[in-house]
Structure formats: structure tokens, C-alpha cells
């Protein structure tokens, strides 16, 4: 089935630093979503983007739709405690009834003091 | 707080039990999901429904058997599960079946003996 690579598996940063973390596929998506989850809970929404080279920001949070609409990559800067959790990017395919959410496998941060 | 809400929120049950799994969206969406979500996999698309009608079986074993009895309300009833079940169950929902914005509940982490 259709797979996204998500790097890294894991990231222990200190505090303040920035962090970026990307998927990427084999095959073309519409659409690419980042989400979070923390320990305990289901993932949150952090930012969609809907158009190939889209940069989005939330925060301190920043998201870029690649251009050949394979990848995507999320960057967090000036990382702070609460910033732990699990990242998850997810890219969809096809439209109406037909489509698609494929999840990436997760990029696990740690941030320490 | 994402408008989805999941009970209960940790469920131990044994392999001739059967439990049921419960979810409540508050946002008028008309498409709910069930994931589950093993440790170190991606998350799993179980079952879509739109407007209350099944859309989507991912060759899910029959053991788990999706309810919806109208567009807020989600269940998923188990029975004669195996250990390898044991994973956290997520409900999602989403405006339309085609609308990739989707948002999550808190889960059940089942775990069964």
C-alpha cells in the first residue's frame, strides 16, 4: 500500500532549539497534514496545506507543501517543553468518496531543559 | 478539546468479552472514522462512514463489527478478540467523507487478555 517516509524516527533537542522533521512518498498527494499527539491523547491538527509550494505558519510552527508535491517538511523554532509529543504528517490522494489519508509513521521529539 | 469524544478511555477485556466502544462528535460533521493504532505503525484506517452509511471496510477481521446510528454518534462493538488487538482505537470525523481536515478523539487504549 501506499507508504510515507517520515525522518527522523526521533529527535532529543534542548530547549530553544529549532527543529524541522519531513515526509516524503513515492507518489504525488493533494494534500498534507501535520498533526501532533501527545502522550495519552489522539492526534491534533498543527497545519494544512492544500497547493504544491505552500508555506503555512502557526505559531512557531512552519510547514511547506514541496513543489513536486512527494514531500512536505514541518519546522518548529525555539522548541519548548511542550513541544514533546509524536509528529505525524499524513498526505491525501483522490477527492470526494475516493479519497485517501495515508499517516506517516510518526517522528517521536524530546526536549530537554 | 477537538469536538470528538471517545469512551471509555481505557478498556481491559478478555478474549470471550464482548465491550463495545463509543464515540461523540460535537461539530456537526457528517463522515466518522475508526483508526487503530499500534505501536510503531502507522495509523490504521478501519472503517469510514458519510451520512451514517458504511463507505469503507479495510478488510477489518469480523470481530469488530462498526455501528452509526446517525452522523454524531460512532460505535465499534468487539468480541472474541485476540491480545494482538490491544492497540489505542481512535475516532476521527470530518465535514464531508471527501474533507481531509480531520479531527481526532482522545482514544481507548484497549488491551486485551
Same mark, same amino acid.
Given at each position: 500500500?501506499?507508504?510515507l517516509?517520515?525522518?527522523p524516527?526521533?529527535?532529543?533537542?534542548?530547549? =530553544?532549539?529549532?527543529?524541522?522533521?519531513?515526509?516524503?512518498?513515492?507518489?504525488?498527494?493533494?494534500?498534507w497534514?501535520?498533526?501532533?499527539?501527545?502522550?495519552?491523547? !489522539?492526534?491534533?491538527?498543527?497545519?494544512?496545506?492544500?497547493k504544491? =509550494?505552500?508555506?503555512?505558519?502557526?505559531? &512557531?510552527?512552519?510547514?511547506?507543501?514541496?513543489?513536486?508535491?512527494?514531500?512536505?517538511?514541518?519546522?518548529?523554532?525555539?522548541?519548548?517543553?511542550?513541544?514533546?509529543?509524536?509528529?505525524?504528517?499524513?498526505?491525501? +490522494?483522490? *477527492? =470526494?468518496?475516493?479519497?485517501?489519508?495515508?499517516?506517516?509513521?510518526?517522528? +517521536?521529539?524530546?526536549?530537554?531543559? | 478539546?477537538?469536538?470528538?469524544?471517545?469512551?471509555?478511555?481505557?478498556?481491559?477485556? *478478555?478474549?470471550?468479552?464482548?465491550?463495545?466502544?463509543?464515540?461523540? #462528535?460535537?461539530?456537526?460533521?457528517?463522515?466518522?472514522?475508526?483508526?487503530? #493504532?499500534?505501536?510503531? $505503525?502507522?495509523?490504521?484506517?478501519?472503517?469510514?462512514?458519510?451520512? $451514517?452509511? #458504511?463507505?469503507?471496510?479495510?478488510?477489518?477481521?469480523?470481530?469488530?463489527?462498526?455501528?452509526?446510528?446517525?452522523?454524531?454518534?460512532?460505535?465499534?462493538?468487539?468480541?472474541?478478540?485476540?491480545?494482538?488487538?490491544?492497540?489505542?482505537?481512535?475516532?476521527?470525523s470530518?465535514?464531508? &467523507? !471527501?474533507?481531509?481536515? #480531520?479531527?481526532?478523539?482522545?482514544?481507548? +487504549?484497549?488491551?486485551?487478555?
Amino acid at each position: 500500500g501506499q507508504q510515507l517516509n517520515q525522518s527522523p524516527q526521533s529527535m532529543f533537542i534542548q530547549e =530553544g532549539e529549532d527543529v524541522s522533521m519531513n515526509c516524503t512518498s513515492s507518489s504525488i498527494f493533494n494534500t498534507w497534514l501535520w498533526y501532533k499527539q501527545d502522550p495519552g491523547e !489522539g492526534p491534533v491538527l498543527l497545519i494544512a496545506l492544500y497547493k504544491a =509550494g505552500e508555506l503555512t505558519s502557526n505559531g &512557531r510552527l512552519t510547514a511547506q507543501f514541496g513543489i513536486t508535491r512527494k514531500d512536505s517538511f514541518l519546522n518548529i523554532s525555539a522548541s519548548i517543553p511542550s513541544d514533546v509529543g509524536i509528529y505525524f504528517c499524513a498526505g491525501q +490522494r483522490g *477527492g =470526494g468518496t475516493a479519497s485517501k489519508l495515508t499517516f506517516g509513521t510518526g517522528t +517521536r521529539l524530546q526536549v530537554t531543559l | 478539546e477537538t469536538g470528538v469524544t471517545q469512551t471509555p478511555r481505557h478498556l481491559v477485556m *478478555g478474549m470471550t468479552n464482548k465491550k463495545s466502544l463509543k464515540c461523540e #462528535q460535537h461539530l456537526g460533521h457528517n463522515a466518522m472514522y475508526w483508526y487503530k #493504532q499500534s505501536a510503531k $505503525k502507522p495509523l490504521e484506517l478501519m472503517f469510514v462512514y458519510n451520512f $451514517k452509511e #458504511q463507505t469503507e471496510n479495510n478488510s477489518v477481521p469480523s470481530r469488530f463489527s462498526p455501528e452509526c446510528p446517525n452522523s454524531s454518534h460512532l460505535f465499534l462493538h468487539l468480541h472474541t478478540l485476540q491480545p494482538e488487538d490491544s492497540a489505542l482505537y481512535l475516532c476521527a470525523s470530518s465535514q464531508d &467523507r !471527501g474533507q481531509d481536515t #480531520q479531527y481526532f478523539g482522545p482514544g481507548t +487504549r484497549l488491551t486485551v487478555l
